[in-house]
Structures are given as C-alpha cells and as structure tokens.
C-alpha cells in the first residue's frame, strides 16, 4: 500500500528556505508510473497546488509560486524534496505531499505544519 | 488563475441529498474533464471521493457521484450520514501542467 510522510522543520524565520521531504512507502518512486508533488494549507484556509515532479526529473510548479519553489527527488532514497525561498508569514500553512496515478491526487501524507516566524 | 468558486457551506437531514457546485472556467473545468474532489475531516489529510469527473475510487461508496456542466462541476451526495459531514474540495487541471483548487465547502448533516 502506498504511503507518504512528510518531514522538515516545524518552524522557518521570514527570508530563510522553507525544506521539506517526503518518504514513500509501498512503492518505488523509480519504478512506478506515479507524478509526485505538493499542495499547501494556510490555517483555516483552502488547499494551493505547488509543484509536481516525475522520477524522469521532469518538473511542474504553479506560476504564483514558480520564481521561489523547487522540487527534486532522490530515487536512491525514494524520497522526494520541496524547498521554498524568501518564506513570509504568507507562507505558513500545513504542507502535504501526495502522489498523481493520474490526474487527481491520491494518497497524501499526514500533512506537517510549517510556520513561517522570528 | 483564481480559485474556483465553491459555496461556503451546504447542508442536509439524514438521508437526504446535497449537490455542491464547483464554478470556473473555460480554461480549466470547461477545458477538460480533469474534475476531482477530495472530503477533509478536521485535522485530517484531504482523501480523494471523485476524479475525472464521475469516477469513483474503490472504497468510496456510491452514495458520492460527480458531475459536469460547461464551467461547472458539482458532486451529489446522496443518502447523507453523520460521517460525511466535512468540508470537500474541487480540483480541476488548469493547463500548461497547473491544477487550481476550490476554496472548499463545509458541509453539515444536520
């Protein structure tokens, strides 16, 4: 059974690098035939779609947040990584990854909340 | 691109019926049947109940169908229980490799 979890800092000071990595479980980011990417939730808030990534390295971002986001993966440790620069308070929100059998998202990992604060 | 356009909240009785529209565009709901809608419990990951339009995952049960019409999707549950009241999401493809989100609906069994 496919699973994700997210990891990374709880906590970012405004200006720094927000970085974020996701684990797969159940299944071989190499092998399969999965996008994988994330989607953000400020508090209280609607979900945002970030970026999406193939193990082929071939990437997609969401053009509000292209200029400051990147995405990578690490087949070697069937991880797959978000880091997101010059973070604001704007940018506090649960974070979660997800993989894309097509074109909806399924799984998500638990979500982690990052806050953007000093 | 903006959001697309969910009512704030819906509601119904046990066993009733509730239709939750999903408004946008040409460029995104209208341009493709790429319509997928996710149940978020409070605290909890969004869980996928509609893609692609009307297709239901395995497990979902059928009480949750899909819909589309020109810049509108809507998902209709059917036979409402206390355990679907949640808030639901729509998300539609929006092209050159974008997706685009509903604000979300807080639905309530009442």
């Known amino acids: 059974q496919l699973q994700l979890q997210e990891s990374g800092p709880g906590l970012v000071k405004p200006s720094e690098t927000l970085s974020l990595t996701c684990t797969v479980s159940?299944?071989?980011?190499?092998?399969?035939?999965?996008?994988w990417g994330w989607i953000r939730q400020p508090p209280g808030k609607g979900l945002e779609y970030i970026a999406t990534i193939y193990y082929s390295g071939s990437t997609y971002y969401n053009p509000s947040l292209k200029s400051r986001v990147s995405i990578s993966v690490d087949t070697s440790k069937n991880q797959f990584s978000l880091k997101l620069n010059s973070v604001t308070a704007a940018d506090t929100a649960v974070y979660y990854c997800?993989?894309?059998?097509?074109?909806?998202?399924?799984?998500w990992g638990q979500g982690t909340l990052v806050t953007v604060s000093s | 691109q903006s959001a697309l356009t969910q009512p704030p909240s819906a509601s119904g009785s046990p066993g009733q019926s509730v239709t939750i529209s999903c408004t946008g565009t040409s460029s995104d709901v209208g341009g493709y049947n790429y319509v997928s809608w996710y149940q978020q419990h409070p605290g909890k990951a969004p869980k996928l109940m509609i893609y692609e339009v009307t297709k239901r995952p395995s497990g979902v049960p059928h009480r949750f169908s899909g819909s589309k019409s020109g810049n509108t999707a809507s998902l209709t549950v059917s036979g409402l229980q206390a355990e679907d009241e949640a808030d639901y999401y729509c998300?539609?493809?929006?092209?050159?490799?974008?997706?685009?989100f509903g604000g979300g609906t807080k639905l309530t069994v009442l």
């Open positions: 997800e993989a894309a059998p097509g074109t909806w998202f399924d799984p």
């Open positions: 159940g299944a071989s980011i190499y092998r399969s035939t999965y996008y």
């Open positions: 998300c539609s493809f929006a092209g050159s490799n974008n997706w685009v």
